[in-house]
Nanobody, 119 residues
Framework: QVQLVESGGGLVQAGESLRLSCAAS????????MGWYRQAPGKQRESVAT???????DHADSVKGRFTISRDNAKNTVYLQMNSLKPEDTAVYYCNTIVRAGSEYANYWGQGTQVTVSS
């Protein structure tokens, strides 16, 4: 079992910044990847940014140039620096990780943190 705890969400005005953090704990054998997803009311959950254990990153087109994902492997923590926030970024942001034990993989989700961007 793996637990993910997100923090850093809140209320912000358009153009401002937030930094989300997600710390993983529990039965972590090896982290394959970590990422951030978001879900706005009435919409499907979508990928925002992911990072592999090797450091490769992928950012959604809608956030490229504004958001940056990073990690601290020693702390099993992933971050999402969000700059130039827009009202359309408003959503619940979820942390995700894929962990490996031998050849077995498991997917875990955090409970989410609310990000609200006002005009």
């Amino acid at each position: 079992q793996v637990q993910l705890v997100e923090s850093g969400g809140g209320l912000v005005q358009a153009g401002e910044s937030l930094r989300l953090s997600c710390a993983a704990s529990g039965s972590i054998f090896s982290i394959y990847s970590m990422g951030w997803y978001r879900q706005a009311p009435g919409k499907q959950r979508e990928s925002v940014a992911t990072i592999t254990s090797g450091g490769s990153t992928d950012h959604a087109d809608s956030v490229k140039g504004r958001f940056t994902i990073s990690r601290d492997n020693a702390k099993n923590t992933v971050y999402l620096q969000m700059n130039s926030l827009k009202p359309e970024d408003t959503a619940v942001y979820y942390c995700n990780t894929i962990v490996r034990a031998g050849s077995e993989y498991a997917n875990y989700w955090g409970q989410g943190t609310q990000v609200t961007v006002s005009s």
